[in-house]
């Protein structure tokens, strides 16, 4: 578990047992559970409409879900309900509206009606205030730098995932996209592995990146044209 959380990036979280139980050394953050939330639900979409099912029934005995925002507000869908004595009344919820996803985390409410409350005011004010664009399709050609040694004389970088990013509501238009790529690419260029970095910056700092990938082979030119593109490289960094 501390494995897989330290890949998905929980930075602040430590796990000492599997049930959730309260102990000294097993604790998060409501980031690092917006984090894992937001993993469950892009890594196993076959298993996610199970969080959004009212009711259970088992062995003869049916019972509720204690997510009670999926009978008062029908966008929610999901996810996670929670208590201790020591951590309170917790709610990971779940929306989509208008094609956009928000997660909210709510930690240490004293009862279930406060934590219902406080995570539909928290997705009714994301949802109210901000908005979700993609910037960048997927397998899709965003830069062609040179190569060198080629069968062709440019390889095709572009990104593995669509590239999607939540702001504030009109602050989309201050974005700047910057391709750094590696310098002095030469051939095989290899299909999927990375050559590079879109990041996007707002007032100078940088919101977001993602890597550069190769959306195609680029294998070795003959010898012929590999001599003389050799010579040529040789000129070019020579300069």
């Known amino acids: 578990m501390n494995q897989v959380a330290r890949s998905l990036g929980m930075k602040e979280t430590n796990f000492t047992d599997s049930n959730g139980l309260s102990d000294g050394t097993h604790y998060s953050t409501a980031r690092d559970l917006a984090i894992l939330s937001r993993a469950w639900i892009k890594n196993f979409p076959q298993y996610y409409p199970w969080f959004k099912e009212k009711w259970i029934t088992f062995n003869g005995i049916k019972q509720p879900n204690r997510n009670r925002l999926l009978w ?141 990938i190769a959306l195609q082979d680029n294998r070795c030119a003959n010898f012929i044209f590999a001599i003389y593109d050799y010579v040529l490289m040789l000129f070019q960094h020579n300069k």
């Open 72 to 212: 008062r507000d029908p966008s929610v869908d999901g996810i996670k309900t929670g208590h201790t004595d020591e951590a309170g009344y917790c709610l990971i919820a779940s929306a989509v509206r208008n094609g956009m996803r928000l997660i909210s985390v709510v930690l240490g409410a004293k009862n279930e009606e406060a934590r219902t409350k406080y995570s539909g005011s928290l997705l009714n004010y994301g949802f109210r205030f901000f908005e979700t664009k993609r910037l960048f399709a997927a397998n899709t050609s965003l830069v062609t730098p040179r190569v060198w040694l080629g069968k062709e004389k440019t390889a095709v970088l572009g990104l593995k995932d669509d590239m999607y990013i939540t702001l504030p509501v009109g602050q989309h238009s201050g974005l700047k996209a910057n391709a750094e790529v590696n310098s002095h690419l030469k051939a095989p260029i290899i299909k999927g592995q990375t050559y590079g970095t879109l990041t996007v910056t707002s007032g100078g700092k940088i919101i977001l990146s993602q890597p550069l």
